[in-house]
């Protein structure tokens, strides 16, 4: 919590600087094409340096604010979902670059804040409310509804689900684990004595008993206050850091092996250890046992799931040693989204170079950790990455199931909350917290549902982001009182700083906007960045007869550079680069999406009206190409970032 208050008053210090001459600076402002996935109707972020903030309209109704990297930015916009990508540098001063990014920065920071309180009273009202049925006699909520919100994060490395039998490998496997983790015990009990563990359990449990719900701080309902939102070591966090933390007694006291699916063994040539990982690793393995020995007698909140990861770690890196070969901890999320053999089989040239990529990446952070003669943590967390996403790319040639993203920089496997010790709370105590917890969440998520409500022409991306360029540029000027005439202000600093003033009234659709930028803003340049198909049309065409690229490529049917991905609505001509023809196209589009739909209202018991919706989706998205506006464009959803070239990528 100090470290936060210390941010924050960095931040308002920077933020409350008056403006200068400076030098010369510059953001880039990016407009980015209609297309049929988020922001159908265009897109629009402001750049800093390699920061990109943008406005995007959530699930849940409401408009976001996210921060991308400019390189995973690029590549989801222009790549994956093969959008073009229009780019004008604004000069600016220094202490107006200054101000503007910093104003992102805090209003990204602030509303993670917020939505991480609302997201933590609505677990601690579920844990409270799993407490209270437990108390009065009734079974505990159900698994169902408490699976995403209440689980022990780690202990799933060593222990089922509740309720499941432990599922273990070939037994001279699992022997080889338990005794390694019988050699850290007992190192343990050199350092700390042999009942360490059995006192520092029950001082745990003695601690779960008297812990009490929290005093929840009353949460401010100006969201666009300059207080920074407070954060609050929760009741249900401290709990599940208390019961993680017997967890990993427990697993140093009965030394279980781990659970079958959590090893990543392969007896594959590309895995083979080098004697300079050999060395490298022993000595890494003695790190991790030190760190888990430290761990065990420290006040950091969250030691128990420290403690289960170095131990697991230390078994595959035992493991390594003992076969050879690079053995890895599972590092994907419990929640990864899987592709069948169904979804990317037609993908077939992509995938392969997704597992080629995913290899030489393998190799590359190998071959970069041993030069450097450094194997520490950080290093050895990107090659487990590196070789978990190699192996999971590897089902696909053999026509599996395969995880396609959800990868963690640490191993996260969790289980839902187990029997197990519990707070000497009465119902009276627990019925008080959570009546007091309803009403405070209900406030929280209607101030938030209020403040940041999406809507088409009001409060979109694009007047967000002017909204808050605005708040940047009077924000020298505030001080205890209001300003005077903000609006007028607003004006003046806008037309000073950046060259000219905008109207979010009547420049809220992102193309309009864009030449609203070109015509008002100090803008020193301006690139068009071309699409993922845009860039590899024009490769072919350099190559080849352009006229009879044109005409194949112009169709799903012939095309080479586009496979249908079911995750676009089905459609049979590309009308970007066919503008005169566009509207015939289409019709042609149209009638794709009313065959779609036709099938789809049969198929309906078989694919839950998927084909249905996908059908009435492409309809919608094809309607604009009856009057020369272009939407449908395809999608890429297998394709490597290393195809992203940096040369193709603005230098700021």
Known sequence: MMRSKLQAIGVLAALALPPSAGTAAGFNYLYIEAGEGNSSGGHTAIQFDDEIYHYQHVDSGL??????????????????????????????????????????????????????????????????????????????????????VLRLKGVGLF???????????????????????????????????????????????????????SQWPAINSDLVAEEFPSSIYTFTERYSDYLTALFAIKALMDAPPLQSDVLLLTSQPVFKISEAERRALAELQGDFETGLIKALDSNRPDWGYAVLVDMARYIAIDASLQSGYWVFIDDFADNSESVGPDQYLEHSAQIRMLVSDARATLERNRLSAISRQQLGEAEYSQIEMAGNRYIELLNSEQRHDFRYNGQKALPSKSVGLPNGPVPNLSPEQLTTALSALDNLENSLSETLNQSYRYDLFSRNCVTELFGTIKQALIKPYRSGDKVADPEALTVKESEQRLGGYIETAYNFVPFVAYQSVLDRYHVTQSRDLD?????????????????????????????????????????????????????????????AGIGQSVYGFFSWPLDSGKNLQSGATGILMSLPELFFFNMRKGSYRYLSLNQLTHADLPDH
């Not at 939505?115 to 909520?141: V, W």
């Not at 089922?160 to 190192?187: A, C, F, H, I, M």
């Not at 095309?559 to 503008?579: E, G, M, Q, W």
Request: charged residues 25%.
């Open 63 to 148: 408009i976001r604010l996210f921060r991308q990297e400019k390189t995973e930015f690029h590549f989801l916009y222009r790549y994956l979902q093969n959008r073009p990508m229009h780019l004008s540098r604004v000069e600016v001063g220094e202490d107006t670059f200054d101000l503007l990014k910093n104003q992102f920065k805090w209003r990204f920071l602030t509303q993670e804040r917020q939505f991480k309180l609302l997201d933590d009273l609505h677990k601690e009202r579920m844990f409270i409310r799993h407490l209270l049925q437990k108390s009065t006699g009734g079974h505990a909520i159900a698994s169902s509804d408490a699976a995403p």
């Open 159 to 213: 222990y089922p689900e509740p309720g499941r039998q432990p599922q273990y490998t070939d037994s001279n496997l699992t022997k080889q684990q338990s005794l390694s983790v019988q050699s850290l015990r007992r190192k343990v009990e050199q350092r700390y004595g042999p009942d360490f563990l059995q006192r520092r359990r029950e001082m745990i449990e003695a601690q779960i008993k008297t812990l009490a719900p």
């Open 531 to 591: 699409s993922y198909r845009g860039l590899e049309l024009a490769k072919l065409s350099a190559r080849q007869n352009s006229l009879i690229t044109g005409l194949r490529e112009s169709n799903i049917i012939s095309s080479r550079l586009y496979k249908y991905n079911p995750d676009d609505a089905l459609f049979v001509f590309f009308t970007d680069d066919n503008v005169l023809l566009r509207p015939l196209f289409g019709v042609a589009n149209i009638g």
